[in-house]
């Protein structure tokens, strides 16, 4: 066999990257050794890289020559069908946010901004979407309201970048309620509700008790206001029925250094102040999960790309390898298996057949 001139099936090398990348791998030197290391389990028993393993250069060309689009288009797609079989949530929490993938520089020196669906209630990504060059996530996230069909009856929530009346109004479009956090870049709106909140009376209350982690001692006090008729900077935006304050207050355990924050939100709920308080903590499940996951466990922020496709094609594969994942431990697989760590020690036998299932799913889709 002549080295550079061997043709490798696509699936073949996305498997070897997911596969890789499941057990710990960060850069494509480690993806190729792990291939070569597990070439014979890979050939004999998921029948792929008849040819061998394929090189540094070889990733390099396939990460940079897959439409970025239509893999992630992919990639959400297999999620929603497996929450869409497994449809057990009464009401389901819809996330959105967004994420730098900082291991990646464009032109003006900015990371690329990766938005996500995400749903909470089933710890998935249900799409994404990149932000456009010198744009923001104002522009990323009504495309992905725009294509949900995913979203009637659901909660969404997200943060300040997303308090626009128009995304709002797309939400209430789709069928869905929404929790939005609201701050200094809607000024009129929030300069509005802080001046009347003093004068109002809470509709409901609800004060959590003292809380230690992480060294301090945390409570938040939540305060429901629906007389808000008042507020005529609020009436663009659509169904908003509640103001919500959120007052916490932290005491570092050792110094004793005190802080309070009040932060404020709108929302079309009508519920009571305790499970208002638990939707909005429950939204930084996107970060607790699948940002901490990316980076922490897959080293996104380490990685680096030159192009923006590539780095979104790297988001994209990283992001199915949780989904495989996350659904793996759905399924109740050993607990080494799910909370593996060390680099090529996992015998991933019982996984790899959720990732090659899940690939020829996602492939046949398209007819990638």
Same mark, same amino acid.
């Given at each position: ?117 995400? @749903? #909470?209630? =089933?710890?998935? +990504? ?5 932000? %456009?060059? $010198?744009?923001?996530?104002?522009? *990323? ?50 300069? @509005? #509700?802080? =001046?009347?909140? +003093? ?5 409901? %209350?609800? $004060?959590?008790?003292?809380?230690? *982690? ?155």
């Amino acid at each position: 066999m002549n080295k550079g001139n061997c043709k490798h099936k696509l699936s073949d090398m996305l498997l070897l990257v997911i596969l890789a990348r499941a057990c710990g791998c960060e850069t494509r030197k480690d993806i190729v050794a792990f291939g070569t290391i597990h070439l014979s389990y890979l050939q004999d028993h998921l029948g792929i890289l008849a040819k061998g393993c394929p090189s540094e250069p070889t990733l390099c060309r396939m990460e940079g020559g897959i439409d970025d689009i239509t893999l992630a288009s992919l990639v959400s797609t297999l999620s929603r069908k497996y929450v869409s079989e497994h449809d057990g949530a009464n009401r389901r929490h819809i996330a959105i946010d967004g994420k730098f993938m900082l291991g990646t520089k464009i032109g003006d020196g900015r990371s690329p901004d990766v938005v996500t669906a995400f @749903s #909470v209630t =089933d710890r998935l +990504p249900l799409d994404t979407e990149m932000c %456009e060059v $010198k744009s923001n996530e104002i522009k *990323a996230v009504p495309k992905i309201i725009e294509r949900a069909d995913y979203m009637n009856g659901c909660v969404i929530t997200a943060d300040a970048m997303s308090c626009q009346s128009s995304i709002i109004k797309g939400i209430v479009g789709k069928g869905a309620d929404y929790l939005i956090a609201l701050k200094a870049n809607q000024k009129a709106a929030r300069w @509005s #509700v802080e =001046d009347a909140v +003093p004068t109002l009376h809470p509709n409901d %209350e609800w $004060k959590t008790e003292w809380e230690l *982690a992480h060294g301090r001692l945390y409570q938040r006090r939540c305060r429901v206001y629906s007389d808000i008729s008042g507020i005529k900077a609020l009436e663009k935006f659509l169904n908003v029925k509640a103001v919500i304050a959120i007052d916490t207050h932290t005491i570092e355990k050792k110094s004793g250094t005190e802080q309070k924050q009040t932060r404020y939100y709108i929302t079309s709920l009508e519920e009571r102040a305790q499970t208002l308080d638990r939707i909005s903590r429950m939204h930084w499940g996107i970060e607790n999960n699948l940002h901490w996951t990316l980076d922490a466990r897959m080293r996104q922020d380490r990685t680096k790309r030159k192009e923006t496709k590539s780095a979104r094609n790297l988001d994209s594969i990283q992001k199915l390898v949780y989904i495989i994942y996350t659904i793996a431990s759905k399924k109740h697989l050993p607990e080494t298996i799910r909370k593996r760590k060390e680099l090529f020690k996992v015998k991933f036998s019982a996984i790899a057949s959720y990732a090659k299932n899940s690939l020829a799913y996602a492939i046949s889709l398209l007819s990638l």
